[in-house]
């Protein structure tokens, strides 16, 4: 079966970027998206189709996808960005996620 | 408001089968493009997407559980119920159900999750 895999953890400073990758076999020629979970909360969806953003979410997340990786951006990093997200592909129709990636925000 | 609730037991016994029931509203189960799909969350793992029911009734398991799932949608009582037979202690999980509208555009609302322990 398909799998998307992510870094356990990226560290960013307040301010700078953070990037995120989520990496599967052509993964480019399928669709990602971005979950963000923080603790005790359900997940909110931040990133669609690649790199469309849902309403509401802040332009500073940004997604894109090419050849095996797609990439979750977050752009002037704050603390509020500390959070578990997720990276999710559709295999057919079926739908797998991504480990997870901590973020911590120093 | 969309919204997604999930029901059911807090607690199961091992070879049990768990029937977890998502209430909808604000939207409709039956329109063109909707699906419904159960997600599960073990403690500090990640997420995993269970199954899956589309507006036609079409339905879509993981491959690894599929034999133990079942998914239905009662349009009439905006439900979507997950079946999962023969429990384990590690199908200890925080289960969510979540809507997606259209082909590819990812889980925009969620379900506040429910957690269900599976012991003796």
């Known amino acids: 079966s398909y799998e998307v895999t992510q870094p356990p953890s990226v560290s960013v400073s307040p301010g700078q970027t953070a990037s995120i990758t989520c990496s599967g076999d052509?993964?480019?020629?399928?669709?990602a998206c971005w979950y963000q979970q923080k603790p005790g909360q359900s997940p909110v969806l931040i990133i669609y189709?690649?790199?469309r953003r849902p309403s509401g979410i802040p332009e500073r997340f940004s997604g894109s996808n090419s050849g095996n990786t797609a990439t979750l951006t977050i752009s002037g990093t704050q603390a509020m960005d500390e959070a578990d997200y997720y990276c999710?592909?559709?295999?057919?129709?079926?739908?797998?996620f991504g480990g997870g990636t901590k973020l911590t925000v120093l | 408001q969309v919204t997604l609730k999930e029901s059911g037991p807090a607690l199961v016994k091992p070879t049990q089968t768990l029937t977890l029931t998502c209430t909808v509203s604000g939207f409709s189960l039956s329109a063109t493009g909707t699906r419904v799909s159960w997600i599960r969350q073990r403690p500090g793992k990640a997420l995993e997407w269970l199954a899956r029911?589309?507006?036609?009734?079409?339905?879509f398991y993981s491959t690894s559980l599929k034999t133990r799932l079942s998914i239905s949608m009662d349009t009439s009582k905006n439900h979507v119920a997950l079946k999962m037979t023969n429990m384990d202690p590690v199908d200890t999980a925080t289960y969510y159900c979540a809507r997606t509208i259209g082909r590819d555009y990812g889980m925009d609302v969620w379900g506040q999750g429910t957690t269900v322990t599976v012991s003796s």
């Open positions: 029911v589309d507006w036609d009734d079409e339905k």
């Open positions: 999710q592909a559709y295999d057919s129709s079926t739908v797998v």
């Open positions: 052509n993964l480019g020629d399928k669709f």
């Open positions: 189709q690649d790199s």
